[in-house]
């Protein structure tokens, strides 16, 4: 237990406040022979906590925006970003598992994969994409498909940016600003006239438009360097789970969030 009023100062100390005797009891690896299960499962778990984080901070980021709070929003990019940086920064620490070293613990982890990770999921979510299949992909748990539908059916975290940008006095259209937040985020030809003139005209919120685009090139980057640590890993064999391993993933690639921010490059 974390906190109890029943507990006196000299038995609420660092361990209890983090339930260290609970979270250093999770390591629980299949086989005790392997020695390199216990990294991958640390590393794996860590990313969870991240991931975790992420979420939280953009919740944050989201309502921030919304209210307009431009400085608010820029700390809270500020610190998603270096965030992951930390989780790129950890596929160094995976690779220093050899391909021998994973292949002699990997049919434990049966049909466990990474693309079930249901925080990565509502993650992508919040940001924009919709694809009702990731719902479908979870259809064994019904709290988990109730969390995906609520959060299709809510303004996604580029929804709150367009709307920061309106009150900002940013012409952005009012069907643009009004429209069906379960769809996918569509590009428009309006949206990316009004950024351009943003941008030359170098106004305060195009440093919130640049962090949006940082945030779309953060998470491509970690893609990007989680692709090629699978394919040095496991090479072309199927993923676990079923999937197609890094065939799959290569597909996620250079796939933005935010393709408007991305098309008006060309135009600056």
Same mark, same amino acid.
């Given at each position: 237990?974390?906190?109890?009023? #029943?507990?006196?100062d +000299? =038995?609420?100390?660092? /361990? @209890?406040?983090?339930?260290l005797d609970?979270l *250093?009891?999770?390591?629980d !690896?299949a ?15 860590v990313y969870e ?16 925006l #919304?209210?307009g709070? +431009? =400085?608010?929003?820029? /700390? @809270? ?6 965030? *992951?940086k930390?989780?790129v !920064?950890?596929?160094?620490v ?10 002699s613990?990997?049919?434990r ?9 249901f925080q ?6 919040t940001?924009g994409?919709r694809?009702p299949?990731?719902v479908?992909?979870?259809g ?42 379960g769809?996918?985020i ?11 003139d943003?941008?030359?005209a ?5 440093a919130i438009?640049?962090r ?6 953060g ?19 199927m993923?676990?789970?079923g ?8 597909s ?10 991305w ?6």
């Open positions: 237990m974390r906190y109890d009023r #029943r507990m006196s +000299a =038995a609420f100390n660092y /361990a @209890t406040y983090l339930e609970r *250093l009891s999770l390591q !690896a086989s005790a022979e392997e020695h390199d299960e216990h990294l991958f499962i640390v590393v794996h778990q906590l991240w991931f975790k984080q992420i979420l939280h901070e953009a919740r944050y980021l989201t309502a921030s #919304r209210a709070e +431009a =400085a608010r929003a820029e /700390a @809270t990019f500020n610190r998603i970003l270096t965030i *992951l930390t989780l !920064a950890q596929v160094d995976l690779e220093t598992m050899t391909p021998v070293q994973f292949s613990f990997r049919s982890l049966k049909t466990a994969s990474g693309f079930q990770s990565f999921r509502c993650l992508e979510v940001l994409r694809d299949a990731l479908r992909h979870f064994h748990d019904p709290a988990a498909v109730a969390t995906l539908e609520r959060l299709h059916a809510e303004p996604s975290l580029y929804d709150a940016f367009l709307a920061c940008l309106a009150r900002g006095g940013v012409p952005i259209p009012d069907d643009v600003l009004a429209r069906d937040p769809g996918p569509p590009e428009d030809e309006r949206v990316r006239a009004a950024l351009v943003l941008y030359r170098q106004a305060p919120l195009h438009a640049e949006m685009v940082d945030l779309d090139e998470l491509q980057e970690w893609r990007y360097r989680h692709v090629k640590m699978v394919e040095r890993t496991i090479g072309r064999k993923g676990t789970g999937s197609a391993g890094a065939e799959y993933l290569r996620t690639l250079f796939r933005p969030f935010f393709p408007d921010l098309a008006i490059r060309s135009e600056l």
